[in-house]
């Protein structure tokens, strides 16, 4: 079965503070790795897309990179506005074209 | 219109009423897709829209659940006599064919009590 997993579920960093949140992903071809992050009340707002091992994007104090199982959002010097919800997402190359997404990390960065 | 947008925002109706939920996507998007969000929970594919065809439904939850798109543009889900269970966040999402990123609305935040 297609399955995205995040971890953490939540993480709480410092200001400044770096780290990386985990996604795992186990699809019938991948044809596509989605990052989002989605404020409270609001819908998911488009990070990055990653399509092969290897691939790495960047945008501001965070990077995405992906190998063959995994994918990794790497936080750089945190700042408070960059707590949310990260959400991964798969989209695989059998069948259409639905994204499958995991559960999301919550990050809070504290001042 | 710079991105997708969703109508009602909020939507509160009784048990057993029927609801529509609005999707207007970005231009030129050919793809669109819904999903649902429960409280706490990740986003559910529910179902899957290639300009007015929809190719894969099977996120639908029920026969209660029904979606159409005309005009390869606006779409519409319809629930059917409206269970406590289908309280959620949906979301609409919008992206040009082949593959490429998509570009979610606000949600329609549905309470039914």
């Known amino acids: 079965e297609d399955q995205v997993t995040q971890s953490p579920e939540a993480l709480r960093l410092q200001e400044g503070e770096s780290s990386s949140l985990n996604c795992s992903y186990t699809?019938?071809?991948?044809?596509?790795l989605f990052w989002y992050r989605q404020d409270p009340g609001k819908g998911p707002e488009f990070l990055f897309t990653l399509y092969s091992a290897g691939e790495e994007k960047e945008k501001e104090r965070l990077k995405a990179t992906l190998t063959k199982k995994e994918s990794f959002l790497h936080i750089t010097a945190p700042k408070p506005e960059d707590s949310a919800t990260y959400l991964c997402a798969a989209r695989m190359n059998t069948g259409f074209q639905k994204l499958v997404f995991g559960t999301g990390t919550r990050l809070l960065v504290s001042p | 219109g710079a991105g997708v947008s969703q109508s009602p925002s909020n939507k509160v109706t009784e048990k057993g009423k029927d609801v529509e939920l609005r999707c207007d996507p970005i231009?030129?998007?050919?793809?669109l897709y819904w999903y649902r969000q429960s409280l706490g929970q990740g986003l559910e594919f529910l179902i899957y829209?290639?300009?007015?065809?929809?190719?894969?439904k099977s996120g639908l939850p029920s026969d209660r659940f029904s979606a159409e798109r005309t005009g390869g543009s606006v779409s519409t889900l319809t629930i059917q006599r409206t269970q406590q269970e289908d309280s959620a966040v949906y979301l609409c999402?919008?992206?040009?064919?082949?593959?490429?990123?998509?570009?979610f609305g606000q949600g329609t935040r549905l309470t039914v009590v």
């Open positions: 999402a919008s992206s040009y064919a082949g593959g490429s990123e998509a570009f």
């Open positions: 829209f290639q300009g007015n065809s929809a190719p894969d």
């Open positions: 231009s030129g998007h050919t793809a």
């Open positions: 699809v019938s071809g991948l044809r596509g």
